[in-house]
């Protein structure tokens, strides 16, 4: 399993917009992906920034829709933004999360 971990900073203003956005815009896009697992959001109480991790079954899958897809993505997301996207990658190790791969893959 691979995660790509999104950090971005929402207009004040545009905070509960930008949930409503993903939910609605970019989570049915994720769905069409191959290989595209899980969205988790993450939306800090105290903070200005939000966080997305998505859960991908390979590499590639994610680097796919990162080069072939997400440049919509981005421009869907650019209006509700105060600075640019920060991408990180990173390989999920299962082994310690089982019961959390079972839950995907039920």
């Known amino acids: 399993m691979f995660a790509r971990i999104i950090e971005f900073a929402p207009k004040a203003e545009k905070k509960d917009e930008i949930v409503n956005v993903l939910r609605k815009e970019v989570l049915p896009i994720l769905k069409n992906q191959q290989g595209f697992l899980e969205i988790l959001p993450f939306v800090p109480e105290n903070t200005e920034k939000l ?4 859960l991908w079954t ?3 899958d994610a680097l796919r829709y990162e080069r072939e897809v997400y440049p919509k993505v981005e421009a869907i997301l ?3 933004l105060t600075a640019p996207v920060t ?3 990173y390989n999920v190790e299962t082994s310690l999360c089982q019961h959390f791969v079972a839950a995907l893959t039920a």
Do not use: I
Not at 51 to 54: D, I, K
């Open 78 to 80: 650019k209006p509700y």
């Open 51 to 54: 966080l997305t991790v998505t």
């Open 87 to 89: 991408c990180n990658y």
């Open 58 to 60: 390979e590499k590639r």
